[in-house]
């Protein structure tokens, strides 16, 4: 069958994201995901039992829909064709560390859906000092030609970057360094949602300088 997907992977694709990265601490890197293994989890999404999404974690988990309002579900290895992102991820997850030296030990994710007004207001996925995430990434598995923008800010809360949802784009940023929010979304927007961990509660911010 031939896939609607069609572009070239990029050579050393991962090479791709270092300057920025240093540069900014995020990234945005286009067509990142091989175009079968898109179509592939575009498909899969679709056929997956998405539940509401909460806000907080382990006790203080909670569903508040004035704050995000999309579906998710945990990926796991036992799915073929999420163990087959699962595996990208964790090639990713090893040259950051021989790049940056930033000691990650496991990424989870989940598929993320956002129908007609889905949200996800401003917020952190991690705080200094208080969580083991390091990293965060996001990776579109749809095309949304309008709504559904990952915003990204600084931590003056000024606009830094304006991501429109395309298939196959990643998007890498620090964890605790950047808020960020989902704008409303006008057509069903398909998504993975990841964090990159280390053991620790503690970890220094990487140099953006460096």
């Known amino acids: 069958m031939t896939i609607p997907y069609q572009w070239p992977e ?26 079968d293994l898109c179509w592939a989890l575009y498909q899969d999404i679709q056929q997956q039992p998405l539940t509401p999404a909460g806000v907080g974690r382990s006790g203080q988990h909670q569903l508040n829909t004035e704050v995000r309002r999309d579906q998710t579900l945990w990926l796991s290895e036992q799915h073929p064709v999420q163990q ?5 991820m964790a090639e990713l997850q090893q040259w ?3 790049r940056f030296f930033l000691g990650l030990v ?8 956002y129908q007609q007004g889905d949200f996800y ?12 995430r390091v990293l965060s990434s996001v990776c579109y598995l749809n095309d949304c030609d309008s709504g559904g923008e990952l915003l990204i800010y600084d931590e003056q809360q000024q606009l830094l970057q304006r991501v429109q949802p395309k298939a196959g784009t990643l998007v890498l940023f620090e964890s605790c360094r950047f808020p ?14 990841g964090w990159f961990r280390h053991n620790t509660s503690i970890q220094g911010q990487i140099d953006p300088a460096r």
């Open 10 to 35: 990029p050579e050393l694709w991962l090479n791709q994201l270092s300057d920025p990265f240093y540069q900014q601490g995020y990234v945005v890197l286009p067509q990142a995901l091989p175009a």
């Open 106 to 113: 496991d990424f989870e994710a989940h598929y993320a859906r």
């Open 180 to 193: 960020h929010e989902v704008k409303p979304a006008a057509t069903l927007r398909y998504s993975i949602a």
């Open 121 to 132: 207001l401003t917020h952190l996925d991690a705080f200094a000092g208080r969580s083991n």
């Open 84 to 88: 087959a992102y699962l595996a990208r």
């Open 96 to 98: 950051m560390n021989r």
